[in-house]
């Protein structure tokens, strides 16, 4: 084979549509996976069918997996109200447990039945919530467990987990994306959102958000719930 393929993790969010636009400019052709997790509004992964298909992926796959079931974060759970009133120190009620662990197991085993040896996840570690499967370190420790836990590892391949903006703020994450032509107005970031992907402007994902494009001084496209 020697087209180079890659595994994209795509939320539909601002970060996982750049880091897709991102493997495209580093010539891999791009599988985009979504992981429908029991997350409590439909919203990003309608956001991310649109921005699979603006971007050519080669494939676009929604893998299954309840999360919800377990409880434990104000994305999965109805009952634990997602905070509103500003970013606070510490892991935050929108960690989901194993979130990224599930993900990129996914991603891996995708990328095995492909063929491909990288795969490509949109995590940060500068402007970020404080989610321990977002730090570098993690991404660190997947990428070892991988080549020791796949038939391509064993046999040699060089299994890559690249995380392009695990060291960039979120206005660079803007800037990096609005010069690869990401159109932003195509994702959905919010935690909150409504049915037609409108963001609710107040939880941490949208103050993070358009924070990025004040300091990027780029033009926010983001559809905000009216006031």
Not at 34 to 43: E, F
Not at 182 to 198: E, F, H, I, P
Not at 211 to 219: D, H, K, R
Request: proline fraction near 4%; include cysteine.
């Amino acid at each position: 084979m020697t087209e180079r393929r890659a595994v994209v993790l795509l939320s539909g969010g601002l970060d996982s549509t750049t880091c897709l636009a991102i493997a495209r400019s580093e010539g891999f052709i791009p599988y985009a996976l979504s992981v429908a997790y029991g997350q409590r509004h439909a919203a990003e992964l309608e956001a991310a069918a649109r921005v699979a298909a603006a971007f050519g992926a080669r494939e676009h796959r929604i893998a299954h997996v309840d999360l919800g079931q377990f409880g434990g974060s104000a994305l999965t759970d109805a009952a634990i109200a997602v905070p509103t009133d500003g970013l606070h120190p510490g892991i935050p009620v929108t960690y989901v447990p194993a979130r990224n662990t599930v993900m990129l197991s996914l991603a891996l085993g995708w990328a095995e039945v492909l063929g491909a040896n990288d795969i490509y996840i949109g995590v940060n570690a500068v402007d970020y919530s404080g989610y321990p499967d977002c730090r570098p370190e993690f991404i660190a420790a997947f990428e070892k467990m991988a080549r020791l836990a796949t038939k391509a590892g064993v046999e040699g391949a060089e299994m890559k987990i690249h995380a392009p903006l695990m060291s960039l703020s979120k206005a660079q994450i803007v800037e990096r994306g609005t010069t690869l032509g990401v159109n932003y107005g195509l994702t959905v970031s919010c935690y909150k959102a409504d049915d037609q992907g409108r963001a609710c402007g107040l939880c941490d994902a949208c103050r993070l958000r358009r924070a990025g494009f004040e300091a990027a001084g780029v033009a926010d496209p983001t559809r905000y719930v009216p006031v």
